[in-house]
Each structure stands twice: as C-alpha cells, then as structure tokens.
T-cell receptor
Framework: GAGVSQSPSNKVTEKGKDVELRCDPI?????LYWYRQSLGQGLEFLIY????????KSGLPSDRFSAERTGGSVSTLTIQRTQQEDSAVYLC?????????????FGEGSRLTVL | AQRVTQPEKLLSVFKGAPVELKCNYS??????LFWYVQYSRQRLQLLLR??SRESIKGFTADLNKGETSFHLKKPFAQEEDSAMYYC?????????????FGKGTLLTVNP
C-alpha cells in the first residue's frame, strides 16, 4: 500500500506480558517516528530513527520500552512487562525528513489495552 | 528543550462563527511550526505549516515570534471542521527532524 501500515490494529494483553508493535513506513522515507497517544496526554514522542544515524530515544518512558528499525525500513516497538499505564494508541509516522518540508505521514495506530 | 502548549482541551462553537485554536511554544532557536488534524476515524494528517504561509480549508495560522504563538484561525467554522487539532514544533536546521506536539484541542462545531 501507499501509506504507513501498522499491526496489530488492536492488542489486548495481560499485565506483565511483552508486546511487539510493527510499523511499515512509506517506501523511501528515511525518517520514522513512534508516538504514544492517550487521553489527556496528547501525542507523546517516544523514539525517532533517521537513516543510519543513532536513534533519538529521548522520549522512551522507561527501560521496558525499546525499538529497532531493520534495514532502514520496518520498525518494531517492544514493550516488556506491560503495565496498565501503557494502555494507549501507539502511532507510527514516516517522512522524507527534509527541513522545511518533511510532512509526517501517520499510520492508523495500534491500540494497546493492558488488563 | 522545546515545548508546545495548547491551553484549551475543548473548544465548542456554532457553525458560521469564527474560531481560533491557541498554540504557544517555547524554544530558544528559530522553530518550524505546524498544525495537524485528526478527523473522526481518520489518520492524523498535516493541515498547514507556517513556512508555506498557506490557507487550507479556510484555516490560516501566523507565526508571532514576539508572542511565541502560532494560533489557528478560521473566520466561519463549518460542521466538518469538528476534529482534534494538534500544534507541533520542530527545530529548524540541523539533522533532527523530531516533531514535538501539544496535547491537542478538540473542536466541536455545532449546527
């Protein structure tokens, strides 16, 4: 497809379990972002990948969160030992990362519910 | 560190009335400012960016560096404008294109 694809669209898990969320960006986009969207908190930045540069991990809320991007394309966000406060919609976006342009294209998100 | 503040979580207006969604930012350098919009059951998408000085769907936004604001305005609101609006900031120059978003304003346009 032409847009950013995320899977799963919905995930319900039990507290303490690990989850993996996948993002397939638009082909050719060098920049990839993960955000977390929750009521009252808006869009929280989690992590940003740009080409072969070291990722900007400054938004990851704890060491239970990690992400990787393989081959400059698909990215996986992993949450270990999930907690109820991790429940949110996790959004992935990609862009061409050009200053002054660089519109972010978002996926539909993965809704995570931790019971 | 950069920060974006949208003081109104909720904003309700009647159709045909003017609407202004407020956005203030804090950043020591020269920023790039954006408005993103999320309509019901749709993806978050770019509405407009200050560098383009454009009007999209009747919305405009002017960057006021003195007041560090980038308010979104429309003279006559329409019901289809009902959505969640996010203001966002990015550093200009450099190689980090991370966007920092505000917490959003939910706009409801009543008939």
């Amino acid at each position: 497809g032409a847009g950013v694809s995320q899977s799963p669209s919905n995930k319900v898990t039990e507290k303490g379990k690990d989850v993996e969320l996948r993002c397939d960006p638009i082909s050719g986009h060098t920049a990839l972002y993960w955000y977390r969207q929750s009521l009252g908190q808006g869009l929280e930045f989690l992590i940003y990948f740009q080409g072969n540069s070291a990722p900007d991990k400054s938004g990851l809320p704890s060491d239970r969160f990690s992400a990787e991007r393989t081959g400059g394309s698909v990215s996986t966000l992993t949450i270990q030992r999930t907690q109820q406060e991790d429940s949110a919609v996790y959004l992935c976006a990609s862009s061409l990362a050009v200053t002054g342009l660089g519109e972010l294209f978002f996926g539909e998100g993965s809704r995570l519910t931790v019971l | 560190a950069q920060r974006v503040t949208q003081p109104e979580k909720l904003l309700s207006v009647f159709k045909g009335a003017p609407v202004e969604l407020k956005c203030n930012y804090s950043y020591s350098g020269s920023p790039e400012l954006f408005w993103y919009v999320q309509y019901s059951r749709q993806r978050l998408q770019l509405l407009l960016r200050h560098i383009s000085r454009e009007s999209i769907k009747g919305f405009t936004a002017d960057l006021n560096k003195g007041e560090t604001s980038f308010h979104l305005k429309k003279p006559f609101a329409q019901e289809e404008d009902s959505a969640m609006y996010y203001c966002a900031l990015r550093k200009s120059g450099g190689s980090n294109y991370k966007l920092t978003f505000g917490k959003g304003t939910l706009l409801t346009v009543n008939p």
